[in-house]
């Protein structure tokens, strides 16, 4: 029973490893984002829209930012399945979207940069 709870513990600390390392790692993805958009408590629209609140949120509905028609029209609903084939080439999951960015191809970085951006809710805090 011992070696079965000390096995357990293990399991737990090493994926709170995991996560905090996810997130380490997302957030460092994030700077390849941050020129465009902010996330975190304060952020406001730049040249793309704020990420605060990005899961479960509709795609174009950032109040205050300007969407193109096929962002508004999309039909997206944001969770980590749909962000990562969006991240993979955005104009191909969006076709006429205003986004300029060639996309991260890696998976293992991309789930990283979602669990980074999901931890933030609508008003930016964690």
Not at 55 to 64: D, K, L, T
Not at 91 to 110: L, R, S, Y
Request: charge should be positive; aromatic fraction near 8%.
């Amino acid at each position: 029973m011992r070696t079965i709870l000390m096995a357990a513990a293990v399991v737990v600390c090493a994926s709170g490893a995991a996560v905090a390392q996810d997130l380490a790692a997302g957030a460092n993805s994030f700077k390849k984002c941050a020129p465009c958009h902010a996330v975190g408590e304060g952020a406001k629209n730049k040249v793309g829209p704020v990420l605060n609140g990005l899961a479960g949120r509709h795609s174009g509905s950032v109040e205050g930012y300007s969407y193109s028609a096929a962002n508004k029209n999309s039909g997206i609903t944001w969770d980590e399945a749909t962000f990562l084939e969006y991240i993979k080439d955005p104009k191909a999951k969006i076709p006429g979207t205003k986004m300029v960015f060639a996309g991260i191809k890696n998976e293992g970085e991309a789930k990283a940069l979602w669990a980074y951006l999901a931890q933030f809710k609508a008003d930016g805090k964690k």
